[in-house]
């Protein structure tokens, strides 16, 4: 639950700043960017099931369950990546 509640906060935010500063269009780029992360976040166990072809490509075929706790953390490094990126490039610039 813990995860589930600090996700919304992230998003919630990441839409304020959005709409705050970029208007409908920044809105709703950053909505279509965090649905995947949440999604991941929210239905790890769920998307870790999920087996079989998906794509249009003829090589897009997962054979294997994936853990749950890692399709959470792959979602939380998404949800975050434009974080560590803004700290990286306050970093070096």
């Given at each position: 639950?813990?995860?589930?509640?600090?996700?919304l906060t992230?998003?919630?935010?990441?839409?304020?700043?959005?709409?705050?500063?970029?208007?409908?269009?920044?809105?709703?780029?950053?909505?279509?960017?965090?649905?995947?992360?949440?999604?991941c976040i929210?239905?790890?166990?769920?998307?870790?099931?999920?087996?079989?072809?998906?794509?249009?490509?003829?090589g897009?075929m997962i054979?294997?369950?994936?853990p749950g706790?890692?399709?959470?953390?792959?979602?939380?490094?998404?949800?975050?990546?434009?974080?560590?990126?803004?700290l990286?490039?306050?970093i070096?610039?």
């Amino acid at each position: 639950m813990k995860n589930k509640i600090s996700s919304l906060t992230v998003i919630v935010i990441y839409l304020l700043i959005a709409s705050i500063f970029g208007g409908g269009e920044l809105f709703l780029r950053t909505f279509l960017f965090i649905l995947l992360p949440f999604v991941c976040i929210w239905f790890g166990n769920e998307m870790g099931e999920m087996t079989g072809i998906f794509g249009m490509r003829a090589g897009a075929m997962i054979t294997e369950k994936s853990p749950g706790n890692m399709v959470v953390f792959m979602g939380w490094i998404l949800l975050l990546l434009p974080i560590i990126i803004l700290l990286i490039q306050t970093i070096i610039y």
